[in-house]
C-alpha cells in the first residue's frame, strides 16, 4: 500500500514540476515559493484527510478542474500584466497571493487523490507529508530545469510562463470530458 501511496503522490504532483519550470521566471525567490506551495497542498491534504468521512458523498473527481481554471486565471493576468510593461511580482504580499492560488490550483488534485486513499483506509499523518513533499521535490525539478540552458533560452520569451500556466490549466479541465 505504500508504494500505491508513492506513486500516487507522484502522479498527482506532475503538473507541480511544470508549475515550478513556470514560476522560477516570476521571481528570485525560489525557496519561499516552494515552501508555499507544499504547504498549501499539505494543508489541504490534511483538511482532506480528516474530513474524509464528512465528505466523501459530495466531493467528486471532476473538483480537479477548478484548479485548472484557477491556473488559467493566473496565467491570463500575469499575461495582462506584462502586455501592460509591468513588473509582473511587486511585493512581498503579491507574491504570498499568488503562491496560495497556485498551491491550491495544483494541490486540488492531490487533496481529492488524498481523498481516495483515506477512503482506502489510508488514514495517516503520512499521507499528506508524502503527497506534499513530492510536490516540493517536482516544482523544485521544474525549477532546475529552468535554469537549465534550455530554460534559459524559453525565459527570454515573455509570454512563456503564463502560457504554460493557461496550458496546464487547459489540461486539468480535460478531466471534465475525459
Given at each position: 500500500?505504500?508504494?500505491?501511496?508513492?506513486?500516487?503522490?507522484?502522479?498527482?504532483?506532475?503538473?507541480?514540476?511544470?508549475?515550478?519550470?513556470?514560476?522560477?521566471?516570476?521571481?528570485?525567490?525560489?525557496?519561499?515559493?516552494?515552501?508555499?506551495?507544499?504547504?498549501t497542498?499539505?494543508?489541504?491534504?490534511?483538511?482532506?484527510?480528516?474530513?474524509?468521512?464528512?465528505?466523501?458523498?459530495?466531493?467528486?473527481?471532476?473538483?480537479?478542474?477548478?484548479?485548472?481554471?484557477?491556473?488559467?486565471?493566473?496565467?491570463?493576468?500575469?499575461?495582462?500584466?506584462?502586455?501592460?510593461?509591468?513588473?509582473?511580482?511587486?511585493?512581498?504580499?503579491?507574491?504570498?497571493?499568488q503562491?496560495?492560488?497556485?498551491?491550491?490550483?495544483?494541490?486540488l488534485?492531490?487533496?481529492?487523490?488524498?481523498?481516495?486513499?483515506?477512503?482506502?483506509?489510508?488514514?495517516?499523518?503520512?499521507?499528506?507529508?508524502?503527497?506534499a513533499?513530492?510536490?516540493?521535490?517536482?516544482?523544485?525539478?521544474?525549477?532546475?530545469?529552468?535554469?537549465?540552458?534550455?530554460?534559459?533560452?524559453?525565459?527570454?520569451?515573455?509570454?512563456?510562463?503564463?502560457?504554460?500556466?493557461?496550458?496546464?490549466?487547459?489540461?486539468?479541465?480535460?478531466?471534465?470530458?475525459?
Amino acid at each position: 500500500m505504500i508504494s500505491f501511496l508513492i506513486i500516487t503522490a507522484i502522479t498527482v504532483s506532475l503538473d507541480s514540476f511544470i508549475c515550478g519550470f513556470s514560476l522560477s521566471y516570476l521571481s528570485n525567490k525560489k525557496t519561499p515559493i516552494v515552501i508555499g506551495i507544499a504547504l498549501t497542498v499539505f494543508a489541504m491534504c490534511l483538511v482532506t484527510n480528516y474530513a474524509t468521512l464528512l465528505f466523501s458523498n459530495f466531493i467528486t473527481e471532476k473538483t480537479t478542474c477548478l484548479g485548472g481554471l484557477i491556473l488559467i486565471a493566473i496565467g491570463i493576468i500575469n499575461l495582462l500584466i506584462k502586455q501592460n510593461g509591468q513588473k509582473q511580482i511587486t511585493t512581498d504580499k503579491s507574491l504570498f497571493k499568488q503562491i496560495l492560488c497556485i498551491g491550491f490550483a495544483v494541490g486540488l488534485d492531490g487533496s481529492l487523490a488524498n481523498l481516495s486513499l483515506s477512503l482506502m483506509g489510508l488514514n495517516a499523518f503520512y499521507v499528506p507529508v508524502t503527497i506534499a513533499i513530492t510536490h516540493a521535490i517536482m516544482i523544485w525539478l521544474g525549477i532546475l530545469l529552468s535554469q537549465s540552458s534550455i530554460g534559459k533560452k524559453l525565459g527570454k520569451i515573455e509570454c512563456i510562463s503564463p502560457l504554460i500556466l493557461i496550458l496546464l490549466g487547459g489540461y486539468k479541465l480535460l478531466g471534465l470530458f475525459i
